[in-house]
């Protein structure tokens, strides 16, 4: 399967030329201006060989703070696309055995697999964890993910997924919805690092 890194290039587009609009607000006299809501940075979909499908976006945290969510492999059921259910069999260091089971085509088929979890050699800056199958009923499952700090509140991430089902589709549809899963899991993830972040921001002040 085709690997492609992000690059620091990449990662500057994608954090930067997103300000918000600033409009006149209802009511309030010319030269008064409220700014909208910022709008959501951008997230870019590769093709990649093979059906898989690639994401790659800025998450607003930093590098610790993503890969606490990204390793926490029994919350994926929480908040990754179509997953319906993530236990850890076993576990050694930051490589995991992880069961899981996820539902498709509007919840008319149940996938599973167990996944044996390991972290690779970084690439550069780039961290890497891949997730291969080792036993369930699909063809073919793969996950990677390459967390890249582009600075210390900022970090790229990119996620490729192959979800491949003992169905005979077409390889462009298995292909468009692992596309799919892809960009919907960089923006639960997002959502994710921004609640741990409030938590984490709130327990610490009640203890002052």
């Known amino acids: 399967m085709k690997r492609t890194l992000p690059s620091a290039a990449l990662a500057i587009s994608l954090l930067c030329g997103y300000s918000p609009a600033v409009t ?18 951008e997230i870019k979909v590769t093709p990649v060989a093979n059906k898989a499908g690639r994401a790659e976006g800025v998450v607003e945290a930093s590098l610790e703070s993503v890969r606490k969510v990204v390793e926490d492999y029994g919350s994926y059921e929480k908040f990754m ?10 576990r050694r260091g930051t490589s995991a055995l992880v069961y899981m089971q996820a539902s498709i085509a509007k919840d008319t088929m149940t996938l599973w697999a167990q996944l044996k979890v390991t972290p690779k050699a970084n ?9 291969k199958m080792v036993q369930g009923n699909m063809d073919a499952m793969f996950a990677r993910w390459e967390l890249t700090p ?3 509140t900022h970090t790229l991430v990119a996620f490729q997924l192959l979800m491949d089902p003992k169905v005979p589709l077409p390889a462009s549809l298995v292909q468009s919805e692992n596309e799919k899963a892809t ?3 960089i923006r639960a993830l997002r959502r994710v690092v921004a609640e741990r972040a409030q938590q984490a921001s709130l327990a610490n002040n009640d203890k002052h």
């Open 24 to 41: 006149r607000a209802e009511g309030q006299p010319n030269g008064t201006t409220k700014p909208e809501p910022a709008p959501e940075l």
């Open 183 to 185: 960009q919907k899991t």
């Open 123 to 131: 690439v550069g800056k780039t961290q890497v964890i891949e997730a």
């Open 150 to 152: 582009v600075d210390s």
């Open 81 to 90: 696309p179509h997953f319906r259910a993530s236990r850890v069999l076993s």
